[in-house]
């Protein structure tokens, strides 16, 4: 679900591009937490891509609460996208 999640200004989705740090499933499988960050602390769509990570997310069937965490540590660069991003991206 998180690879149909795209920040609107780059076409690679958010794990593609080495966004998503953590994805926590509680033992019951009804609770998710996700720690991401974005490719800049000022990012404009933060918001967006916050509640379209927390919609998707709470679509799959089971999952009853989901808990998304900005974070900026550590901090993004382009090394953590994945090959297929930093193809699309020009970076290689």
């Known amino acids: 679900m998180l690879r149909t999640v795209f920040d609107p200004e780059i076409p690679v989705n958010i794990y593609d591009l080495g ?7 509680s033992d019951d499988g009804k ?3 996700v720690d991401m960050t974005l490719t800049a602390p000022n990012c404009p769509a933060v918001d967006f891509i916050v509640e ?9 069937e089971g999952i009853e609460d ?3 965490n900005v974070v900026f540590d550590p901090p993004w660069d382009k090394d953590m ?8 991206l020009g970076f290689m």
């Open 19 to 25: 966004l998503v740090y953590k994805i926590d499933l």
């Open 31 to 33: 609770h998710l937490a």
């Open 52 to 60: 379209d990570v927390r919609m998707k997310l709470e679509s799959i």
């Open 66 to 68: 989901v808990q998304v």
């Open 81 to 88: 996208m994945s090959e297929e991003a930093k193809l699309e």
